[in-house]
Nanobody, 112 residues
Framework: QVQLVESGGGLVQAGGSLRLSCAAS????????MEWYRQAPEKQRELVAR???????VYTDAAKDRFTISRDNAKNTVYLQMNSLKPEDTAVYYC??????WGQGTQVTVSS
């Protein structure tokens, strides 16, 4: 059984920063890819960033130039550093492992 636990969300003013963490635990899994998604109220869940086993990184337009995805293999943890936050970044942020396992989400609220 694989478990993902996100943390690091919270309330921040526009222009501020947050760092989200997603820690994977369990047995029988290998890291192929980790993604960050977000879902704003009444909107579809959207991809924010992806990092794969080889270290390749993809950012969507929502994240480019402001967010940075990184990983710590020793800790089975992936991070999302979010800078210059905007009110439109307000959403529940989820991580997904290997295109299959989801975390429970962490709320990010950016006030104007």
């Amino acid at each position: 059984q694989v478990q993902l636990v996100e943390s690091g969300g919270g309330l921040v003013q526009a222009g501020g920063s947050l760092r989200l963490s997603c820690a994977a635990s369990g047995s029988g899994f290998s890291f192929n890819a980790m993604e960050w998604y977000r879902q704003a109220p009444e909107k579809q869940r959207e991809l924010v960033a992806r990092i794969n086993m080889g270290g390749s990184i993809v950012y969507t337009d929502a994240a480019k130039d402001r967010f940075t995805i990184s990983r710590d293999n020793a800790k089975n943890t992936v991070y999302l550093q979010m800078n210059s936050l905007k009110p439109e970044d307000t959403a529940v942020y989820y991580c997904r492992l290997n295109y299959r396992y989801w975390g429970q989400g962490t709320q990010v609220t950016v006030s104007s």
